[in-house]
């Protein structure tokens, strides 16, 4: 069983950075995709970032630039470098870690963090 834990989240004014982790317990020896996806009030979950084992990389238009996901493979943890926020950057993140690019019922999500960008 894995098991995820982020943290990274907080509260920032527009134009500041954030650097958000998760950090995977367990055997992860099945994992091919890390994601982090977002879900704003009243809004649905959204994917913000994925990355592969083979290191393909996907980000929604809104953060092309401004974020990055990376991963430490010796310390099972992926991260998301956010930089030039913005008021509507402000959700609840999740870290996904799968087997397959697309969201299945066996994956493995994070508690979530919380983002807030004030203007």
């Known amino acids: 069983q894995v098991q995820l834990v982020e943290s990274g989240g907080g509260s920032v004014q527009a134009g500041g950075s954030l650097k958000l982790s998760c950090v995977a317990s367990?055997?992860?020896?099945?994992?091919?995709?890390m994601s982090w996806y977002r879900q704003a009030p009243g809004n649905q979950r959204e994917l913000v970032a994925q990355?592969?084992?083979?290191?393909?990389?996907y980000y929604t238009d809104s953060v092309k630039g401004r974020f990055t996901i990376s991963r430490d493979n010796a310390k099972n943890t992926v991260y998301l470098q956010m930089t030039s926020l913005k008021p509507e950057d402000t959700a609840i993140y999740y870290c996904?870690?799968?087997?397959?690019?697309?969201?299945?019922?066996?994956?493995?999500w994070g508690q979530g963090t919380q983002v807030t960008v004030s203007s």
């Open positions: 990355m592969s084992t083979a290191r393909t990389t």
């Open positions: 996904r870690l799968g087997r397959y690019w697309t969201v299945r019922d066996d994956d493995y």
């Open positions: 367990g055997s992860i020896t099945s994992i091919n995709t």
